[in-house]
């Protein structure tokens, strides 16, 4: 019951609620075993308890194996405390001094980098809805906001840690340092201290030890308190912005891939406009890490060229933004051809990952390599059984006329292309470039094929046949018949399964 609970975790069930931290099947604890993830993984016991949180809790510590037996110690209080409280506890190990050489980073951000790796893993492991849970607290506001600030950082990083940041938690920032020991020591509850706190050799320290105290020295009121004042302040701020930024955000759903349109983004002020850069960014990779405002700045500069076919910048990772027409994107660079052929594809056409020349038989169905197409050939007896549709082609045969096979085909970029009722044609590479057709994909674009006469090309036009009413009446008009033949082939692509 709420009245059995401590002062301080009535304080965390009320922000955690506030902020709908604990919406959710399972909570992974980060348990260090040090002050505050001690008292963080009690008060969630407390409140589990009680009856207060209906979440399942596990525990997951990570020995960093930089302080001997220091770091076995709170790896045992770690252990003994889930033991006592019968929560589930796994323990890994990370040789972080080697690894942050490896890395060629700080040991403190490549053990911030492995602890995350690790709950990550366990939340693959574990499946359902997983949030993790970590321990930061209302004095590490203060000291993340000057070093965030002093980094160079938007609204974002000033703005951090936030209570709820994806599937990360930290329902202790409503508690400071002071009440976190209070409550400990209060409970009778033991922990392991890392001394290394106390030392200004690392960034958090140097601001926490010597930076903090010495502007107290100088300030009208505690820095701590008045940067948590400024945080609540712009937290403000940075909820209507994402308020405004989710609501501008609309990808566009081809394939397996997602984009957003140029439009959109140039006619968007430049605050909303790198934010959806940085949301399409997260929903195609998973994760922010790595991904500044010099790349979203790099995006916008793309999306503001006019691309006569594809333009492309690298970005981290070994992966690319590109911008082809009116979409704008990120993919790896070994998924360009078929982002390419997703793009071609949301503007009508068929393709194919491989090179293609299937003569069709006289009937029959035949599958379509790397694609999940089947081209079906039939014979149509009486016209007036016409039925169309923006996959069919239809192709009239005269008693007695001999015609050429039919052949399915690709990769012929030096072909002409004349469109019924035009008079004149157009060479393949030509025509894919003037529709700004991503290149990637020109040659992988399917053509119905009459030697080197190029009938149909789905999703751009015809050169013979007909494919509905309007182009039918002018198929009779240009051949000055009157009625339509008894025997007309009709070409269909039909979506099975994938045939690569």
């Known amino acids: 019951m709420k009245d059995r609970l401590s002062a301080e975790a009535q304080k965390v069930l009320k922000f955690s609620s506030d902020n709908a931290l604990f919406e959710c099947e399972k909570i992974l604890?980060?348990?260090?075993?040090?002050?505050d993830s001690t008292a963080l993984l009690s008060i969630l016991n407390e409140l589990k308890t009680e009856g207060c949180l209906k979440a399942s809790i596990f525990a997951l510590h990570v020995n960093h194996m930089l302080r001997g037996s220091d770091a076995d110690r709170d790896e045992e209080i770690a252990r003994n405390l889930c033991l006592e409280k019968g929560i589930p506890f796994r323990s890994v190990s990370r040789d972080v001094k080697k690894i942050s050489k490896d890395m060629g980073r700080s040991e403190e951000e490549t053990g911030r980098i492995l602890r995350y790796e690790a709950f990550r893993d366990f939340v693959r492991e574990e499946g359902g809805d997983v949030r993790i849970c970590v321990a930061h607290h209302r004095d590490d506001v203060a000291e993340t906001m000057m070093m965030n600030l002093f980094r160079g950082c938007a609204l974002e990083g000033l703005v951090s840690p936030a209570?709820?940041?994806?599937?990360?938690?930290r329902p202790?920032?409503?508690?400071?340092?002071?009440?976190?020991?209070?409550?400990l020591k209060r409970n009778g509850i033991s922990y392991g201290e890392d001394e290394t706190n106390t030392m200004s050799e690392c960034t958090r320290n140097i601001w926490r030890n010597d930076v903090l105290p010495a502007i107290a020295k100088v300030s009208v009121k505690d820095p701590s308190e008045a940067l948590n004042d400024t945080y609540a302040l712009l937290k403000d701020d940075l909820d209507l912005i994402e308020k405004i930024t989710e609501e501008a955000y609309h990808p566009v759903r081809l394939e397996d891939h997602i984009f957003l349109k140029v439009d959109v983004l140039k006619d968007t002020h430049r605050a909303i406009a790198s934010r959806l850069i940085r949301r399409l960014w997260l929903d195609t990779f998973g994760d922010l890490t790595d991904f500044t405002s010099v790349h979203t700045g790099m995006v916008l500069s793309l999306c503001g060229d006019d691309p006569h076919g594809t333009l492309t910048c690298d970005l981290p990772f070994g992966r690319t933004a590109f911008t082809n027409g009116d979409l704008v994107g990120f993919c790896t660079g070994e998924e360009l051809s078929s982002v390419a052929a997703a793009v071609a594809g949301g503007m009508g056409y068929l393709?194919?990952?491989?090179?293609i020349c299937i003569t069709l038989p006289e009937t029959g169905t035949v599958s379509v390599p790397g694609s999940k197409l089947l081209v079906k050939t039939e014979i149509i007896e009486n016209s007036a059984l016409l039925e169309y549709n923006n996959m069919s082609w239809f192709f009239p045969v005269r008693p007695g006329e001999q015609t050429a096979p039919l052949v399915l085909e690709n990769g012929r970029p030096d072909l002409s292309f004349r469109r019924a009722g035009s008079s004149g044609s157009k060479k393949l590479r030509k025509l894919f470039m003037d529709r700004k057709i991503p290149a990637d994909a020109r040659d992988s674009i399917l053509l119905l094929t009459s030697g080197d006469e190029v009938l149909w090309i789905p999703g751009l036009g015809h050169g013979k046949g007909f494919?509905?009413?309007?182009?039918?009446?002018?198929?009779?008009?240009?051949?000055?018949?009157?009625?339509?033949p008894d025997r007309i082939k009709k070409i269909t692509f039909v979506v099975g399964e994938d045939n690569g």
């Open 351 to 355: 393709t194919s990952d491989e090179d």
């Open 467 to 484: 494919t509905d009413e309007v182009s039918r009446r002018a198929w009779l008009q240009a051949s000055g018949e009157e009625d339509m």
């Open 172 to 183: 202790l920032l409503c508690l400071t340092k002071d009440e976190i020991l209070e409550y």
């Open 163 to 169: 209570p709820l940041s994806g599937d990360i938690i």
């Open 29 to 35: 604890v980060g348990l260090s075993g040090g002050p």
